[in-house]
């Protein structure tokens, strides 16, 4: 089975300033609902069985244009409630995302972060590939916005990002980094209950980086591709979506 899970819970605090109110980021829209974040992006692959989509923040908003909009992908939608959007992080989101996959018997999962708009071919690229998928963008690595990953000089994964946005810090040497697209995929049961199992509960109510370390932290590098975005703009505020108008 194959599942796309896009994270949508958070409390929105930088777009609902850029707009001057309480605003769910993923359903904003200045013309029809077609042209809002979440619209988007499941529409950039029609393939998935399942499409998970996990709520916090006005979550009765997001159920009533689901079942408003969105009816047509039946049983395929599937919505979970994150009710600790407000104190715990965003790997929460995530956990209940995958726990709901899993249970579904999901074994390709694409996972979306999604406040993103980003082009379909590259995430075409990435839903149809084979294997684990990290992705990139070509946006300047900037410790008070980026999500970044480096390989050690044993390809080794890790993930670097400043929750403080203040200052990266890499500690070895290293052959590459990149600027994360914060789009993934994940693959193969066994792999992907493994990487879960070995989150802990406290380490849950972090950032999603850590199931995504724990995940490609044990991969050879012939198990995973890096697809780079031709086009990709994170949306924090107004004025990044309606540059993707």
């Known amino acids: ?86 104190d715990y992080g965003s790997g929460y989101s995530l956990k209940l995302g995958l726990a709901e996959a899993i249970r579904l018997g999901s074994d390709e999962i694409v996972f979306a972060e999604g406040d993103l708009s980003v082009d379909s071919a590259s995430f075409k690229k990435v839903s149809d590939s084979r294997i684990s998928v990290l992705t990139s963008n070509t946006e300047a690595i900037l410790a008070n916005k980026a999500v970044a990953y480096y ?9 670097i990002y400043d929750t403080g946005h203040t200052a990266l810090e890499i500690r070895e040497p290293f052959l590459a980094i990149y600027n994360s697209g914060q789009i993934w995929k994940f693959t193969g049961k066994d792999r992907i209950q493994a990487a879960f199992d070995n989150v802990t509960d406290e380490a849950w109510q972090g950032t999603n980086l850590v199931y995504i370390q724990a995940y490609f932290g044990a991969l050879s590098k012939d198990d995973y591709e890096v697809v780079p975005f031709e086009r990709w703009v994170n949306c924090n505020t107004v004025e990044d979506y309606r540059k993707t108008i």
């Open 1 to 86: 089975m194959k599942t796309l899970i896009i994270t949508v819970a958070g409390l929105s605090s930088r777009f609902s300033k850029s707009v001057g109110r309480d605003t769910l980021k993923c359903i904003y829209s200045e013309g029809d609902f077609s042209e809002c974040l979440l619209s988007r992006l499941l529409r950039l692959d029609d393939s998935f069985d399942r499409y998970i989509i996990v709520g916090g923040f006005k979550y009765a908003e997001l159920v009533s244009a689901c079942e408003k909009e969105l009816a047509a992908y039946g049983e395929r939608l599937v919505l979970v409630e994150n009710t600790h959007f407000s």
């Open 151 to 159: 390989f050690d000089t044993n390809y080794g994964i890790h993930y």
